[in-house]
């Protein structure tokens, strides 16, 4: 149990230490949602006025409305960063050092899932923090509450960050395969708009958007922020990093840089 827990330790260590060096990464997940706090939410707060959290029909200002989708945003971007450093991780050889560890693979990627979402919690909480400081402020207790729902979004999302980067054998590919993932799934979502003002608009863009997974995931904090629990949403996020964890535990081949090398 010792060697699991150093091993935890090391990967997490490792994880933090490369997030304080890299300073502008902090700033530019702070920086891009409190953008669209600031300048997004007033452009749409007299087009949108109110927001509704259904089903409990709460009603609210539409910039406290988007702060959950703006948080998930932060846990959707780290995600993918994540994935990007594993791809580089994988080219320059460490992963293929890290998995000559007697421990199992699966405990391993699962230890730099959890050190990748412990710190994009870091992140959202500072966002958090600034917003409430600007005057955007859900329940005190909410944001407590939601901790939990956050670190499952967030272990979620970067699960599929890692099973991505599996597809990933260069990192020149990594910029158009992530455009591919983050915008469609952050645009076709409930993180900006409710999913009845999606269905006034058009029934197939609703129905994109409710079969989103980062629907279910921005909803789910949405409704932990004011201490409700969505089920449906619970049952989604769990069995998707449940699904993603395994396929990327199933996928990985730390050769995949080395292969690519080989046959050049």
Request: positive net charge; contains cysteine; glycine residues 4%.
């Amino acid at each position: 149990m010792n060697a699991y827990w150093q091993c935890l330790r090391g990967i997490v260590l490792r994880e933090w230490l490369r997030f304080v060096l890299q300073r502008t990464r902090f700033l530019s997940a702070l920086v891009r949602p409190l953008l669209w706090l600031l300048v997004f939410a007033a452009g749409f707060r007299a087009a949108l006025g109110i927001a509704i959290i259904e089903p409990y029909s709460t009603y609210i200002p539409y910039e406290v409305y988007i702060v959950p989708g703006l948080a998930c945003m932060i846990l959707l971007f780290n995600g993918m960063q994540g994935s990007l450093s594993m791809v580089y991780d994988r080219e320059m050889g460490s992963m293929r050092v890290l998995l000559t560890s007697p421990l199992p693979r699966a405990f391993l990627l699962a230890s730099k899932l959890l050190a990748t979402s412990l710190i994009s919690l870091l992140q959202v909480y500072a966002f958090l923090t600034v917003a409430w400081l600007y005057g955007v402020q859900p329940p005190a207790m909410g944001l407590l509450a939601a901790l939990p729902a956050l670190l499952l979004v967030a272990l979620m999302l970067s699960a599929l960050g890692l099973l991505l980067s599996n597809a990933i054998r260069q990192l020149e590919n990594f910029a158009g395969v992530m455009n591919f993932v983050i915008f469609p799934l952050f645009f076709l979502s409930s993180a900006l708009y409710p999913l009845w003002k999606m269905l006034e608009a058009s029934p197939w863009l609703y129905w994109l958007c409710a079969l989103n997974p980062f629907t279910h995931a921005v909803e789910l904090v949405r409704f932990a922020l004011y201490q409700r629990l969505n089920l449906l949403a619970l049952a989604v996020c769990l069995g998707l990093t449940l699904v993603f964890s395994v396929l990327a535990v199933l996928t990985f081949n730390p050769q995949h840089a080395a292969l690519r090398k080989s046959t050049a």
